[in-house]
């Protein structure tokens, strides 16, 4: 309950209005060049505006993936923000006005745990479900809810089924019914590899070639500071923590240009995917076990998994129910890249370069895993008239599936997508061949 209570002695009511067609409030601080290049720490947007479903087809099932929403750094990152802005406040002098309010500048952030703004995402994503999908609703068939146990998801879900509630009018109180221990099989976390290598590589290549100039320019303007290049992909992110716990334009987003935001988003990238998504061997594998569960939500059979699923939990029709038509997930930026990278989402036609841009890439942090991302994985009924050809002159009808990332439709081209992002539930679970069998080996791999 005390989260529950934090939610409103911190957000106006004005906040909290959300509606099927309108997006999560992001908190306009900043224009989108600047705000949207703050990687997985980037408040939600809707990528694209929310597409109805073609007029002959109809919702049945709706799958909710959503990331816990805007939090204090973490205990590692909180550090190294620390060290680097200590190298900073060092200077015997600041030159240029952007940086005096340094002088008496203290930190003052948390840890790991959920902000008032996280908590107002999660609580108005409720509210975006509810009237998005309540016709799939009933007392007798409520949203099942579970989450990760790291204390800012399990907020987020809590927070989640309040503003759902509240848009209902308190007529439908959805409730959290499990919580994944993490130091458990869990498919909302990415905990289950210890194999797995890391990003490290690739990130700290790219930091090297744009960090430098950014170091010696802050370095030039404060003399005595003894900043790295190394530092400033841990520096920039106190420009969005700052400014979505004080929820106000915070200073140090003064400090940088839309150049090096720019930069820094390509940073976090690169730490996705090579991190848990495609660039890192053992990434893709850590979201089979989800997939695999969701296909069993998909089909009403029961789940067949040999990865990171808890098969006590996902055996029980009490803790894994197979029966119902919303479901709603909460985790981490890491899980869901990974579950993205196994899907067969957002692909690249060739790995991430770490020396340079790539700026055709579809893989993009902020997009993909902002602070509350979702993905909803759509069941639809379709009858006969117009779904599409697939090249042999036959309307079909039937149950299909679509996907949407951050509202935004995807084609689906792995399973032969139509132009309205749909293809065959059949279609789909074919397509996820990787995840039916178990990773295809890679499971094992992260523990031999």
């Not at 705000?35 to 597409?51: D, G, I, K, L, M």
């Not at 790291?150 to 509240?166: E, P, Q, Y």
């Not at 995917?273 to 009403?300: K, S």
């Not at 059949?426 to 791999?445: I, L, M, P, T, W």
Request: overall charge negative; hydrophobic content about 40%.
């Amino acid at each position: 309950m005390a989260s529950f209570v934090a939610i409103y002695a911190f957000i106006s009511m004005a906040f909290l209005v959300a509606y099927a067609s309108k997006s999560i409030s992001s908190g306009p601080f900043f224009p989108p060049a600047i705000q949207n290049s703050w990687a997985p720490y980037t408040p939600y947007f809707s990528v694209q505006p929310y597409a109805v479903p073609p007029s002959h087809c109809t919702i049945t099932q709706v799958n909710l993936l959503q990331r816990h929403g805007a939090r204090f750094p973490t205990s590692g990152a909180a550090t190294q923000i620390q060290a680097a802005l200590q190298k900073l406040q060092s200077a015997t002098e600041f030159m240029d006005p952007k940086l005096d309010f340094l002088r008496n500048f203290t930190y003052a952030l948390g840890i790991n745990h959920l902000i008032p703004f996280g908590a107002m995402q999660s609580d108005e994503a409720g509210r975006v479900a509810y009237n998005r999908y309540s016709f799939l609703v009933s007392r007798e068939n409520m949203p099942f809810v579970r989450a990760s146990s790291s204390s800012r998801v399990v907020d987020s879900a809590t927070n989640w089924t309040t503003g759902f509630s509240s848009a209902s009018n308190h007529v439908f109180n959805p409730f959290l019914s499990v919580v994944l221990q993490e130091s458990m099989n869990d498919t909302l976390d990415d905990s289950m590899c210890p194999n797995a290598g890391s990003s490290d590589a690739q990130t700290s290549t790219w930091t090297s070639i744009y960090g430098a100039p950014v170091a010696d320019r802050l370095n030039a303007q404060a003399p005595g500071a003894t900043l790295t290049a190394a530092d400033i992909s841990n520096f920039i992110p106190l420009c969005a923590f700052e400014t979505l716990v004080k929820e106000a334009p915070s200073p140090f987003c003064d400090l940088f240009t839309p150049e090096e935001f720019a930069q820094f988003e390509y940073f976090g990238d690169l730490d996705k995917f090579y991190g848990t998504g495609y660039g890192q061997p053992l990434g893709p594998v850590q979201g089979v076990g989800y997939i695999n569960e969701l296909l069993a939500r998909l089909t009403q059979t029961p789940v067949h998994d040999q990865t990171q699923t808890n098969k006590t939990l996902d055996s029980s029709p009490v803790t894994f129910p197979l029966n119902r038509t919303f479901y709603a997930d909460f985790s981490h930026d890491n899980q869901m890249a990974a579950i993205y990278a196994a899907m067969g989402l957002f692909k690249q036609p060739k790995p991430l370069d770490p020396t340079k841009i790539d700026t055709g890439r579809t893989w993009i942090a902020s997009s993909l895993t902002p602070f509350s991302a979702h993905m909803v994985v759509e069941r639809l009924s379709c009858q006969a008239s117009s779904v599409g050809f697939r090249g042999n002159g036959k309307k079909e009808r039937g149950t299909f599936v679509r996907i949407l990332v951050n509202d935004a439709l995807q084609p689906l081209e792995f399973c032969g997508g139509d132009e309205n992002g749909l293809c065959t539930l059949d279609a789909f679970v074919q397509s996820q061949a990787y995840a039916r069998n178990d990773g295809n080996g890679d499971f094992e791999k992260c523990f031999s």
